[in-house]
């Protein structure tokens, strides 16, 4: 967890969702199938303190590391030792930021194969990743701007699919991480269960394992093996 996850929404509707300005400059489009290393919009506060709808790549490269080798590795964070991991704890202390998401996927094994499932809020209202950042220097004078998702442990329902899930802030939970905070450790409480109570566990097809594919028909719920079998005898 989280490995995949979509985002769909156009700037302009984020900007206006997270109250932003947008210095994507247009370069970004809907993502049913965002993938590690891919480049999608992030949430931050800029030098003097306003929101930016910027675009990241997923995978956070550490501001100490040579390369961009390995990002692919570090698109997560554990909460619960964010505060103290070298590649994380700088970036968490002063450069939190907000990924947008429409929802994810996860998938879960069983004696019928593996089975994909996608995490979407039931109203198709925007989801918020806690999320860290670190920017980079380019050689032709650019800066890179990369992040990983805030992980939990899973809880509810959630958790009969895989042990953990992003860590969700709730709209008014989004100000207080964004800001500099004297005890940032203090923001890593997971969202109340109720609030998790309107997340739809929706079971979608295998063509989202497939990196190369796309498209709304990703995130379409499919009935599951033994609600097809079900289906198949009302037809006689």
Do not use: K
Request: aromatic share 8%; with cysteine; net charge negative.
């Amino acid at each position: 967890m989280c490995g995949r996850y979509a985002t769909t929404r156009s700037a302009g509707d984020l900007s206006a969702i997270f109250e932003a300005y947008d210095e994507t400059g247009g370069r970004l489009g809907p993502d049913h199938n965002v993938a590690p290393t891919d480049p999608v919009p992030l949430v931050r506060l800029d030098a003097e303190g306003h929101r930016a709808l910027s675009t990241g790549r997923w995978g956070l490269v550490p501001h100490w590391a040579t390369s961009t080798a390995g990002a692919a590795r570090m698109i997560n964070a554990r909460a619960e030792t964010v505060a103290t991991s070298r590649a994380y704890a700088s970036s968490f202390a002063r450069r939190r930021c907000l990924i947008p998401a429409d929802g994810w996927y996860e998938w879960v094994r069983s004696p019928a194969g593996r089975q994909a499932y996608y995490m979407t809020p039931q109203d198709a209202s925007v989801l918020a990743f806690a999320g860290i950042w670190s920017p980079r220097r380019l050689p032709d004078g650019g800066e890179l701007l990369t992040f990983s998702v805030l992980t939990t442990a899973a809880v509810g329902e959630l958790a009969e699919v895989h042990d953990r899930m992003p860590l969700l802030l709730p709209p008014e939970r989004r100000a207080a991480w964004l800001a500099p905070a004297e005890d940032p450790a203090a923001l890593l409480d997971p969202p109340p269960p109720g609030w998790l109570a309107g997340l739809e566990i929706r079971p979608v097809g295998p063509a989202v394992g497939d990196v190369r594919n796309d498209g709304p028909g990703l995130i379409e719920r499919v009935p599951l093996p033994g609600e097809r079998a079900a289906e198949e005898m009302t037809l006689f």
